[in-house]
């Protein structure tokens, strides 16, 4: 055996190089699908799904998708973008880092975590501004990283808009007036999490409430702490995981008229408020007097 090994060395050191070249590249996909497997199921288990839930949103057998899990079979390309879009995890990353070493908001650092985000041009070249329909603002979860998606929606410019990519929300309910539903926000992209400013507002597009419209109040371990404008709501926290994308106010596109009278609606939702926090108040003073 070592002398026919030692005969190609010396007749055919080309097929030796070819294979050993052939070996590696065999070695390289089975460590990159390895960490693969390693990285959904970590993925999957951070969020406490089963594997039933994850192949259901990506739309295959719960059989097929634990084979990706097991490294017993890769997925197709289209199929990868499915599953890094599901994660928000850069395909890079999900099969060359095992981000089980990193915190996730370590990992949102990391210069190869980019989700491509496509951009429509007009016929110039110039950048325009997108709007997402109010009726179907939640398929935009679906389609924000699709060229073809984001090439089917209304466009339109504004000079005074320059430096940056711009996109325009729709506005839902009254947490954050002026905006109720009708009108819009047009948001200046944000790399991440990071780049956030405290008491700046932003739309946050994330995998459990679609878009939502907040102020950013600060940073935690794990997530960021949010609120409305309108106090009748309560602030509250979005993990890091769940957020896809984040754009800064930059300007706001109004329909209809703010009438004066609409903001009687809030100063009478403060009142409930108030009286809400007094009954608690209340409520817990009985309580402590009934215990002594």
């Not at 799904?49 to 890769?74: F, P």
């Not at 109010?134 to 398929?139: E, N, T, V």
């Not at 007036?177 to 991440?192: D, L, T």
């Not at 926090?277 to 209340?282: G, K, P």
Request: aromatic share 14%; charged share 25%.
């Amino acid at each position: 055996m070592i002398s026919q090994i030692f005969l190609y060395l010396v007749v055919k050191p080309g097929w030796v190089i070819g294979n050993a070249y052939k070996f590696c590249i065999f070695a390289y996909i089975l460590l990159s699908m390895s960490i693969f497997s390693n990285n959904i199921r970590f993925l999957r288990a951070r969020r406490k799904l089963s594997q039933q839930n994850v192949a259901d949103e990506l739309m295959i057998s719960r059989v097929r998708y634990s084979k990706y899990e097991n490294g017993i079979s890769e997925p197709p390309i289209e199929l990868l973008v499915k599953i890094s879009k599901y994660f928000h995890v850069s395909i890079d990353l999900m099969l060359s880092v095992d981000i089980q070493k990193y915190p996730m908001d370590d990992m949102l650092k990391l210069p190869d975590n980019r989700i491509v985000l496509p951009v429509a041009v007009d016929t110039h070249g110039n950048d325009t501004i997108e709007i997402i329909p109010q009726k179907a603002s939640m398929g935009y979860l679906e389609g924000y990283s699709d060229v073809d998606y984001i090439e089917s929606l209304q466009r339109i410019a504004l000079p005074f808009l320059t430096n940056g990519k711009y996109r325009a929300f729709p506005a839902d309910g009254d947490s954050m007036p002026p905006f109720r539903s009708g009108s819009y926000i047009v948001g200046k992209y944000v790399e991440g999490i990071n780049d956030l400013k405290q008491g700046k507002t932003y739309v946050f597009v994330t995998l459990n409430d679609g878009i939502t419209y907040k102020r950013f109040k600060e940073r935690k371990e794990n997530a960021i702490c949010v609120s409305a404008d309108n106090s009748f709501y309560e602030p509250y926290e979005i993990p890091f995981e769940e957020v896809v994308e984040i754009w800064q106010y930059a300007s706001g596109i109004f329909p209809e008229d703010f009438e004066p009278g609409d903001y009687e609606s809030y100063n009478f939702k403060e009142m409930f408020r108030e009286l809400r926090q007094d009954i608690r108040d209340l409520d817990k003073k009985v309580s402590g007097r009934r215990r002594k």
